[in-house]
């Protein structure tokens, strides 16, 4: 049985779509026990509504509420019986395996280095999206908050991405590649320039080299190093520039009589075709190389997001990610 | 009169269409006259083809091309007898008043700072393109090729793409934001902590703070400063993201033969919208703070393209903007 907490109150649309991931959750795998963290009067009336196997679903009641606008550092200090700092501590004493929220992204991070705390040897746990692709997904890491990283750390965040895509979304032998402003050697700045033969010399990962951005939506590469400050402006950039394209078409197919008949023919082929450019069937942003496993998913996450993120967990747990990534890092002190 | 060279060897399409962009220039403004830098007796068979006024195209012979793959630094003191070397060194003898290419990137920006040179007091000269906005275009600034700025460059980028905006895009004071990964002032990292007090200070740009990737396509900002790390990533990903998204949408639009007949209604007016989502038709993208004006323009650029960046020369050099450069930057030792 693998056991999974949900931030019920985390989310633009929670309660209500959390509780309902869960339920979608345990009614598609037997060998899954969720415990739904938050107001516990809320939850219980609303998963009243809803039928599913009754054993399976536990409430763990948590008072308070960490908003998203609050300083990350002091919400996790001070609101010791909020959903996300009650979540966690079921992490932090092995009552459950993975916590998953849609709530405050700083608090996520924050709390999952404070409260459930980094393997032995990870120097800092990365957040790593999955990012859309022509080609399927690419795991983008690191986009958490912690700028400024070292040489080392973007080689801890190489292997465990590939550990990652290897066996949570099983894509044998990924791709490693390192965000850069050139695909040649000797091209760079000071912190891609000390990586890059540092990365060329590690054994356990395929590493293709440096990656232009230009090539990211491609595919060129399954697992994009990067640190976190332009981690972050790729996956924000992404998400930007994809939503003003899609609402500019949707407003050119609107400007006429004639393309209003055309866009109503046009629909439904397309909607297939941009639902490929969604990464959110595969769940959330994992935070990896905790002592346990932390999901973000997106802020405005529905029933979908949520259960595929729990599912991923189950795999995460099943295929003793941690437990590999551990003998990842103490290969390379070993070698040392 | 204001001259203009044209490298008429550069980019995918030289030299026909580079010759093309030089005569619809010379066409539609008078007061413009333009040097083809290039293999003379190429330039001048195709010249014979067009009718444009005679006396406002000359040619100056170049024998050697710099291609796109050869190492820059190399080539600009080498190839003393290319397109980029000649017509760099008649800006140099002040000759010229602006130097317009679709060749090699690197070899445009080793060539504007060792034979073009700097502007007094110009730390680094940045290469800033505009992007395509839902509002219009905004000022990404820097793209170049020296990363690892420091505070002081970022400072100087915000000046100098405030003026260009101003007076040669047509702004009114246009908002300047520095590239972030959040909208609070302590978020960033070491290099945007230590600038963003230095812009708040500054009398002579409208600084609206940090800006996060996600609102560049929503236009959030006029002129955006980063270094040209981020810079670059940026600019890449934008295009990158935009081609993939666009070739789906085509894609599904080609799934069915439903969405087949839909395509041929939408298409007109689908074409007229993501025309607004084009840079290109501003010009190139100018390598600011030179003695002269140096402006690249895309690899892929055709007549048009070249024809705006040479347009955009002329209301470069008429606006002065090299003296209002000179004047905010003196402004500013003034002031220290």
Known sequence: MIKVVVDAMGGDYAPLEPIKGAVDAVTKKDNLHIILAGKEDIISSELQKLSYPKDRITIQNASEVIDTDEPPVNAIRRKKDSSIVVGMNLIKKKEADAFVSAGSSGAILVGGQVIVGRIKGVERPPLAPLIPTEKGVSLLIDCGANVDARPSHLVQFAKMGSIYMEHVIGMKHPRVAIVNIGAEEEKGNALVKETFPLLKACKDIHFIGSIEAREIPHGGADVIVSEAFVGNVI?????????????????????????????????????????????????????????????????????????????????????????????????ESAGE
Chains 1, 2 share one sequence.
């Open 235 to 331: 996956l924000k950039l992404y998400e930007g520039v994809g939503a003003t394209l899609i609402s500019m078409v949707k407003q050119g197919m609107m400007a006429t009589l004639r393309s209003k008949i055309g866009a109503l023919l046009v629909k439904p082929a397309l909607k297939d075709t941009l639902k490929a450019f969604d990464a959110s069937q595969y769940g959330g942003a994992p935070l990896l190389g905790l002592n346990g496993l932390v999901v973000k998913t997106h802020g405005n996450s529905r029933a979908r997001e949520i259960c595929n993120s729990i599912l991923q967990c189950q795999t995460f747990k099943e295929q003793q990610i941690n437990e590999k990534i551990r003998e990842s890092l103490s290969l």
